[in-house]
């Protein structure tokens, strides 16, 4: 019974992305270079990005080991892959990207705290308590070999992407200036693509419920923000690529 309602959370909450995705879409949400005064009060941006991430590396780890499971095998590689993406994100990233002098609203970081806790607590409590342990078996099961390709693969993306756009800041004046190299030749955010990748192949790496929720929330969330983002570098550059895409190459 306890499995079937927790079956049912992870449905609804599947629905609700699905249902805020269209909503997402006219949508900007204000905060980095979209940033309004009208949304209340801020935090300073590092700040704001430790506070909303740290929970999905808290919550996942505490409801993975709180847990009446004597073994849990192949799950310990999900909690690892899991625990370097946040790690990295809450305590890592904020530290590397040049945020003085930005802030992040208050409400977005809160709604960012609500939407880590929730997928954290999903996924934890799946592989520390309804299925700790995969056979043996699982490590060469195709939905594992190219999950984690995909996961790494998505990783990679991701951390490139970042680490051009933190140089690009180094010279300009403003903070903003046209990406170039990389996917950015294709897409205005490939560190978004990339990161789609990563949640898409540790869905596919832990056939879970929880997992697949997780990504159709990254989809949601980060597919709206990539393309704010490049109708703002559109409208800021007048040299920008007509050729490239928001977050798809070719598609998107």
């Given amino acids: 019974m306890e499995n079937n309602r927790f079956e049912l959370f992870n449905v609804i909450w599947i629905a609700f992305a699905l249902i805020l995705f269209p909503i997402l879409l006219k949508t900007t949400v204000p905060y980095g270079r979209h940033t309004q005064k009208d949304w209340g009060m801020t935090v300073p941006n590092r700040l704001g990005w430790i506070i909303m ?115 690009l800041r180094k010279d300009s004046r403003n903070g903003y200036s046209i990406p170039r190299g990389f996917l950015f030749n294709y897409i205005s955010c490939p560190n978004f693509f990339g990161e789609i990748i990563e949640w898409t192949g540790f869905a596919l790496m832990t056939w879970s419920l929880p997992a697949f929720a997780f990504a159709v929330w990254s989809f949601t969330n980060l597919v709206p923000r990539a393309l704010d983002h490049h109708r703002w570098y559109h409208r800021t550059f007048e040299t920008y690529p007509k050729s490239r895409k928001a977050i798809i190459p070719y598609i998107l």
Avoid: Q
Wanted: net charge positive; aromatic share 20%; proline share 4%.
């Fill in 53 to 167: 991430e740290l929970p999905a590396l808290l919550i996942f780890a505490y409801f993975f080991c709180n847990s009446s499971a004597t073994e849990r095998g192949i799950s310990w590689i999900f909690l690892l892959l899991w625990g370097f993406h946040y790690l990295n994100r809450s305590l890592i990233f904020p530290f590397r990207i040049r945020t003085t002098g930005k802030a992040m609203p208050v409400v977005i970081m809160t709604l960012a705290i609500f939407f880590n806790l929730v997928n954290g607590y999903l996924n934890g409590f799946y592989l520390g308590n309804v299925k700790p342990l995969y056979p043996t078996s699982w490590l060469w099961d195709i939905r594992f070999i190219l999950g984690i390709i995909l996961f790494i693969g998505g990783l990679v993306i991701n951390w490139l992407s970042d680490k051009i756009l933190i140089e």
